[in-house]
């Protein structure tokens, strides 16, 4: 897979580790909202138009990677507008549902692709949604 990063879900545990040090106040909140608008921004529409191999690819794996960036796209993003909002809003529900889909499309890519980097993928964005709904 031809990326900016070959292993960039390691972009979004580094991303849940700030996650955790915003909740304890070390760092500010506007440092994590500009960290995860950017990240998002870099998950869905940017990887896409980077990304060579993906015109290569069958059906089944493009449906998942473009899925799966999405997914991790707005989990991100709005992971930055949970610290601003009520937990109780819309915007958690989102992000519950958006963990789900990425729960199925992890099972669905093991069973079916076991490409190993949609498995880190799904794994670190799930961790990061835990991390989320911890807030």
Do not use: H, R
Not at 32 to 40: D, P
Not at 56 to 66: D, H, P, R, V
Not at 95 to 110: C, K, M, P, Q
């Amino acid at each position: 897979m031809k990326s900016i990063l070959k292993k960039d879900y390691l972009l979004i545990l580094v991303l849940s580790v700030l996650c955790f040090f915003t909740i304890k106040q070390i760092i500010p909140n506007a440092i994590y909202l500009i960290l995860a608008i950017l990240l998002g921004i870099y998950f869905f529409p940017l990887k896409l138009i980077i990304n060579s191999d993906f015109i290569n690819k069958t059906e089944s794996s493009k449906i998942l990677f473009i899925a799966l960036n999405m997914l991790a796209s707005i989990i991100i993003v709005l992971s930055s507008l949970l610290f601003y909002v009520d937990a109780n809003s819309i915007f958690s529900v989102i992000v519950s549902y958006s963990g789900i889909a990425v729960f199925l499309l992890l099972i669905y890519s093991y069973l079916k692709n076991k490409n190993k980097y949609f498995i880190y993928l799904s794994l670190s964005i799930l961790w990061l949604n835990a991390g989320i709904l911890a807030i």
